[in-house]
């Protein structure tokens, strides 16, 4: 919430709440033939500032590290006429020899949303921009291990929860992977823990008090 008064502005950051899983999870139909391996995944509108390039671009650097192939799910209204930006990812990655391994998801609705993020390996934020993010809070209410860009606001909404890389940087993002894949089992359980606890601190209480007294203040000093 931005205030202007006069020559001066001020600025008061009101983060959203976060949604606590509430329904039952429902592997999507373009997920039955998943390849052994698992996966990990992103989701969000099919648009250029998104920068799923760099998963592309990552899951082909991997391949030349040598380690192990898992498929990259893209959830997102890709649709029966893909938009130029998708069409361009898909020749990327035939182009980069990793066709095979992206599934395009299309549009998930909750459930399937939530099965994904239950069942990933890990979940991966690309974004070059983002307003906020929510599906981010989301991965982290479901105990995701979580990857990020270092673009903000990824490092407010994760914090100590992501293992950040460069944007635009697929070697840089497929040593975050290979940092997460690499995790053990007791460690990926304690990772997933510490993200639900991370996700708790975002409290629509909170965004709706911070919001009514900042709405307030502005009234008062506009008087």
Not at 3 to 21: L, R, T
Not at 26 to 43: K, Q
Request: aromatic share 8%; hydrophobic share 40%; net charge neutral.
């Amino acid at each position: 919430v931005k205030q202007h008064y006069g020559k001066n502005a001020k600025e008061e950051v009101i983060c959203f709440g976060s949604n606590q899983p509430s329904v039952q999870a429902v592997r999507p139909p373009s997920l039955l033939h998943e390849r052994s391996g698992g996966f990990i995944f992103t989701a969000g509108s099919a648009e250029p500032y998104r920068g799923w390039e760099d998963l592309i671009e990552a899951l082909k650097e991997a391949a030349l590290r040598g380690m192990e192939p898992v498929q990259l799910v893209i959830g997102g209204a890709a649709g029966n006429e893909p938009s130029p930006y998708v069409r361009r990812l898909r020749r990327l990655a035939d182009e980069s020899g990793v066709g095979d391994r992206v599934c395009w998801a299309g549009a998930l609705n909750e459930s399937e949303m939530a099965w994904c993020f239950g069942h990933c390996l890990a979940f991966v934020m690309t974004s070059r921009v983002e307003s906020f993010g929510f599906v981010s809070l989301e991965a982290l209410a479901h105990g995701c291990q979580c990857i990020a860009a270092e673009n903000p606001p990824s490092p407010e909404i994760f914090g100590d929860q992501a293992v950040y890389y460069k944007s635009g940087n697929a070697r840089s993002l497929a040593e975050a992977i290979g940092i997460v894949l690499g995790r053990s089992a007791a460690e990926r359980g304690e990772m997933a823990l510490r993200s639900v606890e991370r996700a708790a601190r975002f409290s629509w209480d909170v965004a709706v008090e911070k919001t009514v007294e900042t709405l307030g203040r502005a009234i008062r000093l506009g008087r």
